[in-house]
C-alpha cells in the first residue's frame, strides 16, 4: 500500500493503485486514521527545498522593493522559473497520489470515500496536517468536479433500478417512503434532475426534486400528496422542493448552485409558459438557534432583574425577544402548559418538551404562531455568521442568487419538521432578472433580499429595542 | 472586456464572461495579441505580496535548518497557514479568469481557441510572459480534461454528421477523400473511438481509428483500400492506424495515452479473440533528421579527407552513415542519377529532388532499400532528445507502454508518406502483459523496448565505427 504513495517519482503502475484502493477497502476504520495521518505528515512539503527556493527568489528580487519593470524580459524570465519551482515544492507529495488516482478506473469514486473518512475523522480530533490534506483533496475534487465536467441528467421511471436506488437512499429533505413515493417524484407534473460525472457512472453526486404547479406551494404536504397533479400545461411555478447530495465527501463543494442554474434554463426552454422558479426549503438551524437565544437571554432578563443596571458583569442590556403582547399572551398560557419566570423560559420549556406537545394544542399554536414566524423571519434575515447568512439553507440559496420570498406555517408536520424549524418552511424565489445581481451583492457585502412581506415582520423590530421587564 | 479580467476579487456576472468571449471572437489577430499580453502581463501575480509572505515564512522556520517535529502542532499550524497563503499569492490573477470561464457555458472551448492562439504568438515570438501564461493554463486545461472526465464514444454512421464532419476534417494522419471512405472507416471491419467531454459536445476532442485483420498490416494502402473487409470474428488483431486530435489548443496535453487503454480494454472486452493490438504508424521526423544528418557527415567526411586527423578543429572522427557494400552501391549509381562526392552526398541528392523522382525507379529503390530501412531503425531505437526518442509518434506510443515491433517497405506512397520518412511506416505492438512495465522503464531510463527483428537492424553498428574512407 505504502508503494503507491511512496512512488512519487515515477510512473505509478495501474495495479499498485488497484492493490492500494482494494487494500484501503478492507482495512479497519483505525488503520485507515493511521494510514490517512501518515499519508498527511510523512508525504507532506520538502520545507527544506522550499527554504532553499525563498532565498533564490529574494535574491533575484535583491534590494529592490519593486517588481521589475515589464521591459526586464531576463529578471523576468528568473522570477517566473523560481516561482514555477517554488509552487511545485509547495506541493505536497501526496498530491500526486491524488492526481495518479483521480486518473484511474474508479479512483475517482475512491477519493470521494477517502475525504468522507478524513472529514469523520476531523470532526472528532483536531488534527492540523490531517486539516490541511483534506483541504488540498477538497479543492482538488472541486477541481475535478467543475460543472463543466458534469453532465445534467433527467431522472425518470426508466432509469436503471441502480440508479433509482440512489435515489431513495440518499433524499436527504423528504426522505421516500415507498416505490410509489419515488415514482410519483418522477411522473407527471414532477421532475428530477441530476449531476453525473463520467468517472462514477449511474450514480448522481446530487440531484434535486422539482414539482410544476400553479402557484408557489407553501406546505410540503400539497407538494408531496397533492393527487392527482395538475396538467404541466397549466403550470406557472416550478418549485424546487428538494436538493440531495449523494456523496459525504464532496461536503463543501457547491454543486447545487449550477445544477439550480441549469435546471432553470432547462425548465425554461422547455416550458416557457412557467415563469416562476421558487423552493419551498427546511430551515435547518431556526430551532437550534432560538434555543440558544432563549436560553442565553432568559437567563439575562432574570440577572438584570435581580441586579442593578450599574453591575460590571459585562453583560449589555438583555433583550426581550417577544414583543409586549407576545410576552403577556405567552405568560397567560404559562399555567395550563409549561412554567416559567418570563415568557422567554415558557417558550424554552414548550419547545423542548417530549415528542413536540405544544404542536397539538390549537390554543398553543395560535399563541405561538406569531411570535414563532417573526423571530423566525429575523433569524432567516439578520442572523449572520461571518456576513453570511447563519442558516445554511439560506446561504445556500441566497449565494446562488436567490431571494427570501414568505415564510409558511405549519408547513412541514413532520417530526423532523417540527424539531428542526417548528414546522415553518421558507419559500426562497429566482428572480431570472436578478439571480445574478442578487448572488453579487450576496457575495460582495452579504446583502440578503427579501420581499416586502417578510420584512414586515423584522421592521417593526428597527425601534430602540426593548429591555427585559 | 477588461471588467472580465478585473473583477478577479468578486463574483463575475456570467453576462461579462459573454461578453468578453464574443468580443474576443469579434477582435483581429493583432487585438487579441495585444489583449492576452495585457493579461499575461499585468494580471500576473502580485510579487510585493509573495516577499511578504516569504519574510513571514523565514520567521517562522526562524534558525532552524530543519523541519518541525511532528508534536509541534503549533509550529506546523503557522507552516500550514503561511504555506496556503503563499501558494495562493503565487497563483496569477488571471487563472481565476481561466477558473471562472471554465464553468460558463461554452468556456471550455474558447479557452482551447484561446491557447491555439496563445500557441501561434509564442511560436513566432519568444515572450517570456506570454510563455507563463501558456504554462498556467496548459495545466488548467490539463487538469479539466483529466480521462475521468471525459467520455469515451464509439462513433458510427449513425451519429450525426455534425460530429462525422468533424472527424472528415481533423483526420491529420490519412486525410478521408469523400463520405465512402469515412463509411468504411465506420462499417464492418473498423472502429472509430473518441473521448468527448460534456462541456464540449458534439466534437471528438480526440479521435482512434480502428481496423480489425487477420495479421498486422504492413501498408497503410492495405488498410485503407482492403476490399471487403475479412469477417469481423477472424481478426486476430486490432490495428490502430490514426489517431487525432481537434484542437490546436490542447497540444501537449496527452489524451491519446488515455484514450488507447481504454480503446484496448473495450475490444478485448468484446471481441476475446483479438490478441493482438498493434499501430501502423508514421515516422514524421525520420527524413528531416536523416537529411541533417548526411549533410553534417558529409561535410566532416570531405574534412576528415583533406585535413590531418590530428587538426584541432574541434570535430571528431566523421562517421560513414552507410556500411561499406551499401556506399559501393550507391556510388555504382550516382552517375546515372545523382552526383556527389561520397555516398552520404549521393543520398542527400536524391531525397531532396523534386517530386520524389528516387521512388520511381526500380533499380533506386533495391539500392537504397537497406540503407534507408537500417538508418530508419537507428533512428527509432537510437535517436534520443532529454533521453527519450528523437521521432514524436515513437516517443508517443513508448511513452503509452508500447515496443517498436517491425519497420515496413514502402508503407506509405503517399507523397506525404514519401517526404515524411521514405515513404516507411512502423508497427509498434502493445503487448497487454508488458504495457504497464514498458512505460514505466520508457519513462524512468529512457529504454526502449523492440523486437529481435528490428533491433538485428542497428545491432551490428556496434562493432567499432567506421571512420570516414
Not at 478524513?118 to 483541504?135: F, H, M, P, Q, T
Request: proline fraction near 4%.
Amino acid at each position: 500500500m505504502s508503494s503507491a504513495i511512496s512512488m512519487n517519482k515515477t510512473e505509478v503502475i495501474d495495479s499498485v493503485l488497484n492493490d492500494f484502493s482494494e487494500g484501503y477497502f478492507s482495512i479497519s476504520y483505525e488503520n485507515r486514521r493511521r494510514l490517512l495521518l501518515e499519508l498527511a505528515k510523512e508525504y507532506d512539503l520538502d520545507r527544506t527545498q522550499v527554504r532553499e527556493l525563498i532565498k533564490q527568489y529574494l535574491g533575484v528580487s535583491g534590494e529592490e522593493a519593486q517588481s521589475p519593470g515589464p521591459e526586464d524580459e531576463g529578471v523576468l524570465a528568473s522570477f517566473y522559473r523560481i516561482e514555477r519551482n517554488l509552487r511545485h515544492a509547495l506541493k505536497p507529495k501526496y498530491e500526486a497520489l491524488f492526481e495518479r488516482l483521480n486518473m484511474h478506473p474508479g479512483g475517482l469514486k475512491f477519493l470521494t470515500i477517502l475525504r468522507a473518512d478524513i472529514l469523520s475523522i476531523i470532526a472528532e480530533e483536531n488534527i492540523v496536517s490531517l486539516r490541511a490534506l483534506d483541504s488540498h483533496l477538497k479543492e482538488k475534487l472541486g477541481t475535478w468536479l467543475s460543472p463543466a465536467a458534469l453532465e445534467l441528467h433527467h431522472i425518470t421511471w426508466d432509469d436503471p433500478a441502480s440508479l433509482l436506488e440512489k435515489i431513495v437512499a440518499y433524499e436527504a429533505v423528504h426522505p421516500i417512503s415507498n416505490l410509489l413515493d419515488l415514482k410519483r417524484r418522477l411522473g407527471v407534473g414532477r421532475r428530477c434532475f441530476g449531476y453525473l460525472h463520467p468517472a462514477i457512472p449511474g450514480e448522481p453526486l446530487i440531484f434535486i426534486e422539482v414539482a410544476l404547479l400553479k402557484n408557489v406551494a407553501e406546505t410540503i404536504q400539497e407538494v408531496l400528496w397533492d393527487d392527482p397533479p395538475i396538467p404541466e400545461s397549466e403550470a406557472n411555478c416550478a418549485l424546487f422542493y428538494s436538493i440531495s447530495s449523494t456523496q459525504p465527501g464532496l461536503a463543501g463543494i457547491n454543486l447545487g448552485k449550477f445544477l439550480i442554474k441549469r435546471v432553470i434554463t432547462l425548465v425554461k426552454r422547455d416550458m416557457p409558459h412557467i415563469s416562476i422558479f421558487a423552493t419551498l426549503s427546511p430551515i435547518p438551524g431556526y430551532i437550534q438557534w432560538l434555543l440558544s437565544k432563549l436560553a442565553s437571554q432568559s437567563n439575562l432578563a432574570e440577572d438584570d432583574k435581580s441586579q442593578s443596571s450599574a453591575d460590571t458583569s459585562g453583560s449589555t442590556f438583555g433583550e426581550n425577544l417577544f414583543e409586549p403582547e407576545e410576552e403577556k399572551a405567552i405568560m397567560d398560557i404559562s399555567e395550563e402548559f409549561a412554567a416559567g419566570k418570563n415568557g422567554m423560559e415558557v417558550m424554552l420549556n414548550l419547545l423542548t418538551s417530549t415528542n413536540q406537545e405544544w404542536s397539538k394544542s390549537a390554543e398553543l399554536l395560535s399563541v405561538l404562531k406569531t411570535p414563532l414566524l417573526r423571530l423566525c423571519a429575523r433569524y432567516l434575515l439578520q442572523e449572520k455568521k461571518r456576513g453570511k447568512a447563519l442558516d445554511s439553507v439560506a446561504n445556500f440559496h441566497l449565494q446562488n442568487g436567490a431571494m427570501v420570498e414568505r415564510i409558511n406555517w405549519m408547513a412541514n408536520k413532520s417530526e423532523k419538521g417540527l424539531h428542526q424549524s417548528a414546522g415553518i418552511m421558507v419559500n426562497y424565489v429566482y428572480r431570472l432578472e436578478n439571480i445574478e445581481e442578487y448572488a453579487q451583492s450576496y457575495f460582495s457585502s452579504g446583502h440578503i433580499h427579501a420581499s416586502d412581506e417578510i420584512r414586515r415582520f423584522v421592521e417593526p423590530l428597527k425601534k430602540p429595542e426593548a429591555t427585559a421587564n
